[in-house]
């Protein structure tokens, strides 16, 4: 799994260096297909292949008639892309998916259990703040939900 967090930077021409740590999972996880990289609503996702797969299947399972599920299904799929890690250790992150995240020369890597989160670091920043001021409001929601 992806923990931690690391601050890194892009370049002009978008490339992202992966610490090696999270290099060695997304091999693991991804098994021989490259990682796809998809759009949230305030941030990046970086999937590995296999977990992606996961995403899709989950996705076509879905009512197709229903114009939420097309929605949904048209903005995480025709926003998503495969970014191979290069020799380097890096990945291209496309102009649009850039622009989208807001993501200028700093950035943060966050690894969240299957994924990894790439953010702008003042977002990032404003994001964790506003959690702490909740987390105990969240962790009994958390909790809750987990009771089933």
Same mark, same amino acid.
């Given at each position: ?7 890194? &930077? ?9 610490? *090696? ?23 990046? &996702? ?5 977990v992606w797969e996961?995403i899709e299947n989950?996705l076509i399972s879905?009512? &197709? ?65 506003? &959690?702490? *001021? ?10 809750? *939900?987990?009771?089933?």
């Amino acid at each position: 799994m992806f923990r931690g967090r690391h601050d890194h &930077t892009i370049d002009k021409k978008g490339r992202l260096s992966i610490p *090696s740590g999270f290099r060695m999972e997304i091999q693991r996880l991804g098994g021989d297909r490259p990682p796809i990289l998809s759009q949230q609503k305030d941030h990046l &996702t970086l999937y590995p292949g296999l977990v992606w797969e996961e995403i899709e299947n989950e996705l076509i399972s879905k009512p &197709t008639l229903l114009p939420d599920v097309q929605a949904y299904q048209r903005f995480v799929i025709a926003n998503a892309a495969e970014c191979p890690v290069d020799n380097q250790g890096r990945i291209l992150v496309p102009a649009h998916q850039r622009q989208d995240a807001k993501l200028e020369n700093k950035i943060t890597l966050a690894g969240v259990l299957n994924k990894i989160e790439i953010w702008n670091v003042k977002l990032f920043e404003q994001v964790q703040q506003m &959690t702490l *001021s909740r987390i105990e409001e969240i962790q009994i929601s958390v909790d809750q *939900s987990s009771m089933g």
